[in-house]
């Protein structure tokens, strides 16, 4: 396994369309255990999609302490229901984090490393890493979704991030 390193913004790659996974062979296994060893080296995190990593496919790997690991391959969000504000940052920016809008739950569904496909709802911190890493996945970036300026913040030092505050 390696630590990838990982891309931020203005990389292009972040704004891609990232291409469906068509067979799970050992090199898309190889880059799920890497986006793994790479999510956990980041102290401050909740998931990371493959173009993060500089890979167009429709692959991302979430872990947070409630849920455990979870790797979504080709995830579609099937139902959003409610509205919350929340706080949100993204490892592609680091040094920000921003104040916007996510559902309060979330249907998700998605393939996992072995190929089978499987269904999850969530809510709270899981639903919006979900989102997150799935609008990764067509180009989106949290901040598309900031609306003004003043909803963003500079974050002084990335270790002083509150709980809930988590980058994905
Ligand atoms: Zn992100």
Redesign the pocket.
Known sequence: MAVLEIRTLPDPILRQKAKKVNRIDNSVRKLIDDMIETLRAEPNRAGL?AP?VGVPLRIAVIELPEHGLITLINPEVIKKEGERTVQEG???IPGYFGEIKRAVTVKVKAKDRYGKQFRLKAEELLAQALE??IE?LDGI??IDHVESEDKLFEAAQEEEFAEGEE??
């Open positions: 999609a993060q993204c490892l592609s997150q890493e990764h970036l949290y980058s994905s």
